[in-house]
């Protein structure tokens, strides 16, 4: 596995002091002509958007003219290079809905793909408020330090979190999002699940392309995108903590279940005790589990993102896991089990998307929903009308 690629330092590339956040989009930003959804302002009247030129897109508002649509070459050499402005728009033009942006993309990522794949997928998921971004910061400014880059991506399907989470992300991880060896991209807004999803998988390459050789993916909300953030990387931690009352706090054995490591957070000041109980129990808990990845044993440790402690014993926890699961197979295997995963994923959104996008469908679908809603219909008679009308086009029954 190559360390930082060379000629991927571009400490000397920007304003030391601008901040490496850009802004999620729903398509149609940054000057890319086309896109269908308006841009994302925060509230307050601020902005995602790095400072001191950043890329991201801030140039095609207030009226001036949009910016000139970089040939897909011409991004795809910026990536390679680890043009951070380029890297920006690459990303910006992946996470656009808008079908010509889509197939744009893809040829994008049809040249990146070959230099693809050689980062570290870290997965980070927990319970609301447990320390995830603390904890990324945290594991981003070490590995930094350590001369890794890092990319930081988020999924989160609610787009209305979203706004939220960049907001907040922004502040809890002000170190890193200064740190010239790392990219902090918030989720893509909107959307559904699948759709995030696969925006993320496909970010990941294009920062893998740039040289970036750790991926920290955080997911927002509980309940929907563990097993989505679990599908697309090669370590996944689960970040709890103690004194919540029940240990497990509402998370579902299921989730504990797909953790390579479980870690008890806030393990500082006068949580220690408690925090060393809560990971106490999750051992037990964890000692009668399947492991999540064959061959690995899942640990629950005890750490604290505010102080650092346990952070470098972490980032050499998951070095001890990629070596082992390399040697054993399993490393590889499953990130072959993701690819057959992803392809069907991919299929079900775009099957999707050409259905609803078919006019017959759409022209019956409002007529059949209300049947359904008012019991006139059945559903499963209403499914086979709409599925008869796009098998067949124009020729109804
Ligand atoms: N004492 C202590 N506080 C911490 C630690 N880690 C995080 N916090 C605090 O816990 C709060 C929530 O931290 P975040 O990192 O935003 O948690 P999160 O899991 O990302 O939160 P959401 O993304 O909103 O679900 C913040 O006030 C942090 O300062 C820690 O190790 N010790
Ligand atoms: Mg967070």
Redo the contacts with the bound molecule.
Sequence with gaps: MPEVPPGKDDKDRRPPSALNVVPGVAGGHDGLPGGSGGRETLPGGGEAGGRGGEAGGDQARGGRPARREPAVAELAAGVLAGDRTLLGRAVTLIESNAPAHQERAQDLLRELLPRAGGSIRVG?T?????????????LGCHLTAAGHQVAVLAVDPSSSRTR??IL??KT?MEKLARDARAFIRPSPSGGSLGGVARKTRETMLLFEAAGYDVILV?T???GQSEAAVRSMVDFFLL?L?AGAGDELQGIKRGVMELADAVLV?????D?RDAAERARADLEMALHYMAPATPGWTTEARA?????G?GIGELWELIETFRAETTAGGAFDARRREQAREWLHAMLRERVEALFHRDPRVAGLLPEVEAAVMSGDLPVTQAAWRLLHAFENGEEEP
Excluded: F, Y
């Design positions: 980070v927990g319970v609301p408020g447990a320390g995830k971004s603390t904890l990324v910061e945290a939220g989470s907040g992300d809890r955080e927002v909300g509980v970040v903590i957070n806030k393990a500082d000041r949580n750490i604290s993102a505010l102080t402690e």
